[in-house]
C-alpha cells in the first residue's frame, strides 16, 4: 500500500472500505460513513490524548546519544507519571527508518539519562536490550512539564516533517495517556458528531491509553501490545447494556476501542465501568462477545493490528480485503485510509 | 449552603473538588478567581507568562499548578493544554481571562501599531480560540460523564459600546465576545456551555494601565468580581447538567 506521508487528519480524498458481515465489498468516500450507521448504533471512540513520548537525549555512563520513547505505563493505572515503560534507540531521529536505527549503547539497572530539562534512572531491563523501565526524577508536575516542553509526538520516517501536538490530538483528545495516536478517531469531526445525535446514533467514549506500534525490532515487535491502562466511564457502561439490550450494533472506532471493551468483559460479556488493563491479545482465536464492528485504518499483515482484524473476519476475507485495498491504491499509516469490517458469523 | 459574609472572603462550595484551567492567574482577576477557587475546593491550574510570579503563586497556594506559557502563542497552547490535563486528569471549567491591552498608554485607533492590533487579538481572542479548541475534547469527556463543562471568557462593555483609544482591545474582545456566542449555541448538544461575561471596570493593575487617574473607590475590587464570575459558573453548570441540557448517552435524540 502507499504510505500516507502528509498529517492530515481528514483529507478531502479519504477512502473506506466496508467489508459487510457477509464478507460483501463497498468503496465510499469516507466522509460519509455515518451512512454505514444506524439509527440506535452504540458508537465507541478512544478519547486519550497523546503524549509528546519521544525524548531525545544522552546516556550518561557512555556519554552517548540516544532517543526515549515512552512507551507504555508501568503502573496499573495511567497516573503515575515518574514510572514508564520505555523503548530506548542509539543516535538518530525519526527520519531513519526504525528498522535501521542504531542500537543504544548497552543498557543496565542503575544507569542514568538525561532527557533536556528530564533526567532519569533505569530500573531494569525488561528482557530485551532496549526496552526498559524507567524512573523520572521530579514531582510530577516537573515532569509533566520537561514533557511538555522538550517530547515530541512519536513519529516514523513515512512522514518527513515534525509532527507537532496539534497534528495528533483527535478533536476527542482529552486525557494525555497514549503514546501514540488512537488514530482511527482522526475520522472524526465535531460535525460528524453532530450528524450522529441528528440520526438517532448513540455516541459514547472510553479512555485507553494506546502504546507504541512499531519498535523496529522484530522479536520486540512481537510482544505488542505492551498492557494497556483503560478507563470505562459508568455512562460508557451503561450505553454499552443499553445497546445490548435492545439488539443494537457497538461499532468501536479503532483497534484499542476493540481491546478495551473486550478485555473489561472478559468471560461473563458485561462490561463493566472503572479502570482495567488490557493484557491480552485479540486474534483468530478470540471470540468476541461486545464489538460487532470496527472502524480501523488500512493494516499491514504481519501487525497485531491485522491479527486483531481476524476476530472479525474470516483469513479468506481478510486476504481478499489486503488484495482490494492494493488493487484500489488505499494508503496506509496512521494518516491513511480506512476499513469498516462487520464481525462476520463463525462456522462452528 | 453556607453563606459568604462580607467580612470573611467569599468561597464557592458547589465548585469544591471541580478541574478548573485559568489563564493570567497571577494578577487582578484571575488571581482573585485562583484564590477563590482555592478556597473553595476547586483542583486550580492557572497560566502565566512570568516563571517567578508562577513559582511563587504555586508555592503561596498549596495543591495550584502553575504553567509557565502565554496563550498569544500558537506552540504554548499544547504545552499548557498537557500539563492542566496531565495534572488535573481531565478539566471540567476553563477561563479564559488573560487579555492585553492593545497600545498603553491606549491611543487612538489611527495611532495604533499594527503590531499592537495583532498582539491584542493574538492575546483575547485566537489565544482563547485555539486554547478551548485544545480542551474541547476534555470537556466533553465532562460532559459526557454528567459532570457538566463551562467555558468562561472574560469579557468588557468595551466589546459592545465603541469608547475611543480602546480600538485594539474593543475589537479583540468584541471578536471574543461573538466567538463564545457561536460556539455556545454549537456546543450546547454536547452539554458544555460557554459563556461571555463582562466583570465591569475592577480595581486591577491592568485598568490602572489604561485609566491611570481613576479613583479606586469608583471601582470594583476583583475579588467581588470573581465571585460574581464563579457564581455564573455555577449557574451554567446546573443547567448542563440538568435534563434539559446535555443529551444523555443512550437515550435516543
Not at chain 1, 37 to 44: E, K, P, Q, T
Not at chain 1, 158 to 186: M, N, Q, R
Not at chain 2, 94 to 103: F, H, I, K, Q, R
Request: charged content about 20%; proline content about 6%; hydrophobic content about 40%.
Amino acid at each position: 500500500m502507499i504510505a500516507a506521508d502528509r498529517p492530515v487528519q481528514r483529507p478531502a480524498t479519504a477512502k473506506l472500505l466496508a467489508v459487510d458481515s457477509e464478507g460483501r465489498f463497498s468503496h465510499i468516500a469516507r466522509d460519509h460513513f455515518v451512512e454505514l450507521l444506524r439509527a440506535g448504533d452504540l458508537i465507541v471512540a478512544n478519547d486519550a490524548a497523546t503524549l509528546p513520548a519521544s525524548l531525545p537525549g544522552v546516556h550518561v555512563p557512555t556519554g552517548k546519544a540516544i532517543e526515549a520513547r515512552l512507551a507504555g505505563w508501568s503502573g496499573s493505572t495511567a497516573t503515575d507519571v515518574s514510572h514508564f515503560a520505555a523503548v530506548i534507540f542509539g543516535a538518530g531521529d525519526y527520519h531513519t527508518r526504525t528498522e535501521h536505527r542504531l542500537p543504544p549503547p548497552p543498557l543496565a539497572a542503575g544507569d542514568r539519562l538525561l532527557l533536556g530539562p528530564l533526567s532519569a534512572t533505569i530500573v531494569s531491563t525488561l528482557g530485551h536490550p532496549r526496552l526498559v523501565s524507567l524512573e523520572l526524577d521530579g514531582t510530577w508536575d516537573a515532569i509533566w512539564n520537561g514533557i511538555a516542553r522538550h517530547g515530541r509526538p512519536i513519529q516514523y520516517a513515512h512522514i518527513a516533517e515534525p509532527l507537532a501536538l496539534w497534528d495528533v490530538w483527535t478533536v476527542l483528545a482529552g486525557s494525555p495517556v497514549a503514546f501514540e495516536p488512537p488514530s482511527a478517531g482522526f475520522v472524526l469531526s465535531w460535525g460528524i458528531i453532530e450528524q450522529l445525535h441528528q440520526r438517532g446514533i448513540q455516541f459514547a467514549t472510553i479512555t485507553h491509553a494506546a502504546g507504541i506500534s512499531s519498535t523496529g525490532d522484530d522479536e520486540l515487535d512481537k510482544r505488542l501490545p505492551l498492557p494497556e491502562p483503560y478507563h470505562i466511564p459508568e455512562a460508557t457502561a451503561d450505553a454499552i447494556a443499553a445497546a445490548r439490550a435492545r439488539g443494537a450494533r457497538i461499532v468501536a472506532i479503532g483497534t484499542t476501542v476493540v481491546r478495551a471493551l473486550e478485555h473489561a468483559a472478559g468471560t461473563e460479556g458485561v462490561v463493566r465501568p472503572g479502570d482495567g488493563v488490557a493484557t491480552q491479545r485479540i486474534d483468530n482465536t478470540t471470540h468476541l462477545t461486545i464489538v460487532d464492528a470496527v472502524l480501523t485504518g488500512t493494516h499491514e499483515p504481519g501487525t497485531s493490528h491485522h491479527d486483531l482484524l481476524a476476530a472479525f473476519a474470516t483469513s479468506a476475507t481478510l486476504s481478499r480485503i489486503d488484495r482490494e485495498l492494493e488493487a484500489h491504491e488505499y494508503r496506509t499509516h496512521e494518516f491513511g485510509d480506512s476499513v469498516f469490517i462487520e464481525r462476520q458469523a463463525r462456522t462452528p | 449552603m453556607p453563606h459568604p459574609t462580607t467580612s470573611e472572603p467569599p468561597f464557592t462550595p458547589a465548585l469544591s473538588g471541580l478541574r478548573v484551567l485559568v489563564t493570567g492567574g497571577t494578577s487582578g482577576l484571575g488571581l482573585a478567581l485562583v484564590r477563590e477557587l482555592v478556597r473553595s475546593g476547586a483542583r486550580v491550574a492557572f497560566v502565566a507568562r512570568g516563571g517567578e510570579r508562577v513559582e511563587r503563586l504555586t508555592r503561596d497556594l498549596a495543591g495550584t499548578h502553575g504553567i509557565v506559557g502565554d496563550v498569544s502563542a500558537k506552540s504554548d497552547i499544547h504545552q499548557i493544554a498537557l500539563q492542566a490535563l496531565g495534572e488535573l486528569g481531565g478539566l471540567d471549567i476553563v477561563v479564559n481571562n488573560a487579555s492585553d491591552l492593545g497600545p498603553t498608554p491606549l491611543a487612538l485607533l489611527g495611532d495604533t501599531d499594527c503590531e499592537d492590533l495583532e498582539r491584542a487579538l493574538a492575546t483575547n481572542l485566537v489565544g482563547p480560540f485555539r486554547l478551548t479548541k485544545a480542551l474541547l475534547g476534555a470537556l466533553s469527556a465532562s460532559a459526557r460523564e454528567g459532570r457538566g463543562a463551562v467555558i468562561l471568557n472574560v469579557s468588557s462593555d468595551a466589546a459592545i459600546n465603541a469608547y475611543p483609544t480602546w480600538g485594539a482591545y474593543s475589537a479583540s474582545k468584541a471578536g471574543l465576545h461573538h466567538l463564545s456566542r457561536i460556539w455556545d449555541a454549537e456546543l450546547a448538544s454536547e452539554g458544555i456551555r460557554v459563556l461571555s461575561v463582562d466583570p465591569g471596570d475592577m480595581d486591577t493593575p491592568m485598568h490602572a494601565l489604561a485609566v491611570p487617574d481613576a479613583d479606586p473607590s469608583t471601582l470594583k475590587q476583583p475579588d467581588v468580581a470573581a465571585h460574581e464570575l464563579l457564581e455564573r459558573i455555577v449557574a451554567a453548570l446546573k443547567s448542563t447538567t440538568s435534563d434539559r441540557g446535555a443529551r444523555k448517552v443512550g437515550e435516543i435524540a
